[in-house]
């Protein structure tokens, strides 16, 4: 059974940090792009983070350039989200998402085809 499994979640102060991992099982995911996206209450999922295949490749949604930063791991734990800064608007669940299907990084929903359950990030004011 193929998973993705994200932690690191969490109830945190503003201008706290945390870092989140995705977990991977039945696959590897090391070859593809991977995202980060958040459903924040009341609103559409968004793409937070995305990166290439070699890494290399990073990009940013502008409400969070400079305070958070996707990267890659091993074959375990293939992508990780490291967020600085938190303010209260970054509260969402927050899911990384694996796409297979293309090489190239998507910043739609629609663009990935493997899921984690999500983690909840809770920023207190």
């Known amino acids: 059974q193929v998973q993705l499994v994200e932690s690191g979640g969490g109830l945190v102060q503003a201008g706290g940090s945390l870092i989140l991992s995705c977990a991977a099982s039945g696959r590897t995911f090391s070859y593809y792009a991977m995202g980060w996206f958040r459903r924040a209450p009341g609103k559409e999922r968004e793409c937070v983070a995305a990166?290439?295949?070699?890494?290399?490749?990073?990009h940013y949604a502008d409400s969070v350039k400079g305070r958070f930063t996707i990267s890659r791991g091993n074959a375990k734990n293939p992508v990780y989200l490291q967020i600085d800064s938190l303010i209260p608007e970054d509260t969402a669940v927050y899911y990384c998402a694996a796409r297979t299907t293309y090489t190239s990084v998507s910043y739609s929903p629609d663009g990935y085809n493997y899921w984690g359950q999500g983690t909840q990030v809770t920023v207190s004011s």
């Open positions: 990166i290439g295949r070699s890494g290399e490749s990073t």
